[in-house]
C-alpha cells in the first residue's frame, strides 16, 4: 500500500429511506491534510463517523494501514488509532482539563496514573492549554474546550485525526484559536481529515479539497486550483464547488 494510510471503497449509508452515502471512495497517504466541504446533509458527517466506527457502513471497505477495519470486532481499537473531534467537545462536566485528557489513557491504555499524567499535560501543552489544566469544561470558553478535546484525541497517539466541523459550535472569535492549533498540527505531519466550511484553513493547510453533494464526491482538487477556479468567472473544472463557495460567501 506504500505511504496509503486509510483507503475507502464504495461506502453506503442509509438511514431509513434516506440515502445518504451513495459510493464514496479515495485513499489518504500520510501527512495528507483533506477538508471535506459541501452542502448541509450530503453525508460529510456521517462518512468520518463510517471511517472510525460510529456509525456502521452498509457496504464498502475501508482500510487502516494494512489493516481492514470495515468489520473489525475491536473497535475501541481502531478509535484508539483513529481519533475523533467533534463539534461539541463532548467532554466530562465534572472533570477538569486534565483529568479529561488522562482518564482514556487510565482507563483505556491501562497507563500508571503519573505516566498517564504526564502524558496529558505535554498534550495539553501542546494546545496551549497547560495553564488550564485544573479547569472545568464550564471555566472555559468554547475555543478552550474544543482544544481541550483536541489534546484528549492526541493523547491516545492516532495515526489519522478526523475532524467533524470543529469550529462550527464557537463563536466567530474564538474559532481562530482551534484553527491554529489544527495548522500545527498540519505542519508537523499529522494525517488530517477535516470537514469544515473554513475555506481559508483549506486553502492554506489541506493538500485537497473534496466537494460532496448528494452522498457522492462530486469535485476534488488542489485548494490552489479550487480557489482560482471560484474566483474566475470563466467556465472551470469546479462548476459545481464554485456556486457552493459563492453561496457561502453571501
Not at 485513499?27 to 466506527?53: A, M, W, Y
Not at 479529561?100 to 495539553?124: D, F, G, P, T, Y
Not at 471555566?139 to 470543529?166: C, H, K, T, Y
Not at 464557537?170 to 484553527?179: A, N, R, S
Amino acid at each position: 500500500m506504500g505511504d496509503v494510510i486509510l483507503k475507502v471503497r464504495d461506502i453506503h449509508k442509509r438511514f431509513d429511506s434516506e440515502e445518504v452515502l451513495r459510493g464514496v471512495s479515495f485513499d489518504v497517504q500520510k501527512g495528507d491534510v483533506k477538508v471535506f466541504i459541501g452542502p448541509s446533509g450530503t453525508g460529510k458527517s456521517t462518512l468520518l463517523r463510517c471511517l472510525n466506527r460510529l456509525v456502521e457502513p452498509d457496504s464498502g471497505q475501508i482500510w487502516l494501514g494494512d489493516d481492514e477495519i470495515t468489520h473489525a470486532v475491536d473497535i475501541d481499537g481502531v478509535r484508539r488509532r483513529m481519533g475523533m473531534v467533534f463539534q461539541n467537545f463532548y467532554l466530562f462536566d465534572h472533570l477538569t482539563a486534565l483529568r479529561n485528557v488522562e482518564i482514556a489513557l487510565i482507563k483505556v491504555l491501562k497507563m500508571q496514573k503519573a505516566s498517564a499524567r504526564e502524558l496529558a499535560m505535554s498534550e495539553l501543552s501542546r494546545v496551549g492549554m497547560e495553564r488550564f489544566a485544573g479547569k472545568y469544561p464550564a471555566e472555559l470558553s468554547g475555543g478552550q474546550a474544543q482544544r481541550v478535546s483536541i489534546a484528549r484525541s492526541l493523547a491516545m497517539n492516532p495515526e489519522v485525526m478526523l475532524f467533524d466541523e470543529p469550529t462550527s459550535a464557537l463563536d466567530p472569535e474564538l474559532t481562530g484559536e482551534v484553527l491554529e492549533v489544527m495548522k500545527k498540527l498540519a505542519s508537523g505531519g499529522m494525517t488530517m481529515l477535516v470537514v469544515s466550511h473554513e475555506m481559508e484553513f483549506a486553502y492554506s493547510v489541506a493538500n485537497e479539497v473534496l466537494f460532496m453533494e448528494g452522498g457522492v464526491v462530486v469535485e476534488r482538487g488542489a485548494p490552489r486550483e479550487i480557489r482560482n477556479d471560484a474566483a474566475s468567472d470563466s467556465p472551470g473544472r469546479f462548476e459545481r464547488t464554485r456556486a457552493f463557495l459563492r453561496r457561502i460567501d453571501g
